[in-house]
T-cell receptor, first 115, second 109 residues
Framework: NAGVMQNPRHLVRRRGQEARLRCSPM?????VYWYRQLPEEGLKFMVY????????ESGMPKERFSAEFPKEGPSILRIQQVVRGDSAAYFC?????????????FGSGTRLTVV | GQQVMQIPQYQHVQEGEDFTTYCNSS?????IQWYKQRPGGHPVFLIQ?????EVKKQKRLTFQFGEAKKNSSLHITATQTTDVGTYFC?????????FGAGTTVTVRA
């Protein structure tokens, strides 16, 4: 009964490269959320997805960032042409359909460092 | 847009003492959730409050949801070293969960 799986745990990219972050939600969860956390700050909402649908991407920067949750496979957060300001912890969370009282289950996060 | 404010940002507590962290939302919430994040870790769900004026307890932790469903508090009694970490409140409106900046707790033995 695996929880939310994120990989890689740590990712180092040079400026201008692409970063791909993966998230497999908990079994039975159909909602996936991506959050970004800068050091000593709270979690900032980025995007909310269901299978094959982006429900809300209002927290995503308009350029270089994209997210998907295909019918098969994990959700992917993609950052193109990374810059130093993209360095942060990126957390994925999943939840069952609305009505649950169990909150979000977070993965262990991907710590992205841009050098 | 919805904003969730949390105070204090830092709480330095003597072991055995009590403390409270407060959370305020700019909008009325469907529910409020609390999470704990240990240093280097990920947020872990603690509890969800749904009803106006609701109070829930988990051992030494007491959670309250305000009558107007716009504010909440977490009170910890007899703080222990295991309480170290950052406590986040998160207010939900529809499907969107907005997190406060968190209260980072350190404990002096």
């Amino acid at each position: 009964n695996a929880g939310v799986m994120q990989n890689p745990r740590h990712l180092v990219r040079r400026r201008g490269q692409e970063a791909r972050l993966r998230c497999s939600p908990m079994k039975g969860h159909s909602h996936v959320y991506w959050y970004r956390q800068l050091p000593e700050e709270g979690l900032k909402f980025m995007v909310y997805l269901q299978k094959e649908n982006i429900i809300d991407e209002s927290g995503m920067p308009k350029e270089r960032f994209s997210a998907e949750f295909p019918k098969e496979g994990p959700s992917i957060l993609r950052i193109q042409q990374v810059v130093r300001g993209d360095s942060a912890a990126y957390f994925c969370a999943s939840s069952p359909p609305a009505g649950s009282t169990n909150g979000y289950t977070f993965g262990s996060g991907t710590r992205l460092t841009v050098v | 847009g919805q904003q969730v404010m949390q105070i204090p940002q830092y709480q330095h507590v003597q072991e055995g003492e009590d403390f409270t962290t407060y959370c305020n939302s700019s909008t009325t919430l469907s529910n409020i959730q609390w999470y704990k994040q240990r240093p280097g870790g990920h947020p872990v769900f603690l509890i969800q409050l749904v009803k106006s004026g609701e109070v829930k307890k988990q051992k030494r932790l007491t959670f309250q949801f305000g009558e107007a469903k716009k504010n909440s508090s977490l009170h910890i009694t007899a703080t222990q070293t295991t309480d170290v970490g950052t406590y986040f409140c998160a207010g939900q409106v529809d499907y969107k969960l907005s997190f406060g900046a968190g209260t980072t707790v350190t404990v002096r033995a």
